[in-house]
């Protein structure tokens, strides 16, 4: 069973950046694609971006495409999410979640396994 787990949230300026991380035990995360996904109080949780297992497949948000960007890192196996620029509708907690496969999805429903979430705040 895949347990994910995600770290590095916090306060930043706008402007600033900050890179996120999703672990994994009881399986590799070599072997699924990971979604990233964020929820800003009273609004749905939507999909910021996807990283393939095999790096192949990939999307990002719209409102966050040339910010974020998605990587594995395989040496400390992770996936991190590095965000730059960061403004005020980036907020919120930011989930990773992990479907097997080499493709990604947009769906947030089509994920199997989910973190707990890390909250991503900024303020001036």
């Known amino acids: 069973q895949l347990q994910l787990v995600e770290s590095g949230g916090g306060l930043v300026q706008p402007g600033e950046s900050l890179r996120l991380s999703c672990a994994g035990s009881?399986?590799?995360?070599?072997?699924?694609?990971i979604g990233w996904f964020r929820q800003a109080p009273g609004k749905e949780r939507e999909g910021v971006g996807c990283?393939?297992?095999?790096?192949?497949?990939?999307y990002y948000l719209d409102s966050v495409k040339g910010r974020f960007t998605i990587s594995r890192d395989n040496a400390k196996k992770t996936v991190l999410l590095q965000m730059n620029s960061l403004n005020a509708e980036d907020a919120g907690v930011y989930y990773c979640?992990?479907?097997?496969?080499?493709?990604?999805?947009?769906?947030?429903?089509?994920?199997?396994?989910w973190g707990q979430g890390t909250q991503v705040t900024v303020s001036s």
């Open positions: 979640a992990a479907i097997p496969g080499l493709v990604c999805y947009r769906a947030r429903a089509r994920y199997e396994y």
């Open positions: 009881g399986s590799s995360l070599d072997y699924y694609a």
């Open positions: 990283l393939s297992s095999s790096g192949g497949s990939t």
